[in-house]
């Protein structure tokens, strides 16, 4: 999942991002805190893709900003909610800081997408 060369790849990518995370929260022991935290993750990790494909057709250059943006903020509060997951030992530690990874490096791409389309 490294390198997203176009819209479809990170497309692809985005969505291959939130199935590992249904499968992480999947994976989850059943509580009260599991419940809450994987709620909050599921929603904002399944968000990113869904604005970033939302953007790629977009109706106008605004709107594209816009919906990127919306997918970087989502994969801002995706991070967030992985490292709550991390610090408060709720599933592998290595699973959590591989998403975690994956979070911020769509963030990163996602960041470049809309700043360069600010430029244009």
Known sequence: MKN????????RRSLAFAVAVIRFVSSLPRNDVTSVVGRQLLRSATSVGANYREANRAESRDDFIHKTALAQKEAAETDYWLEICRQAKIGSEAETTALAAEARELLAILTTINRKAKRR
């Open 4 to 11: 997203a060369g176009g819209k479809n790849d990170l497309e």
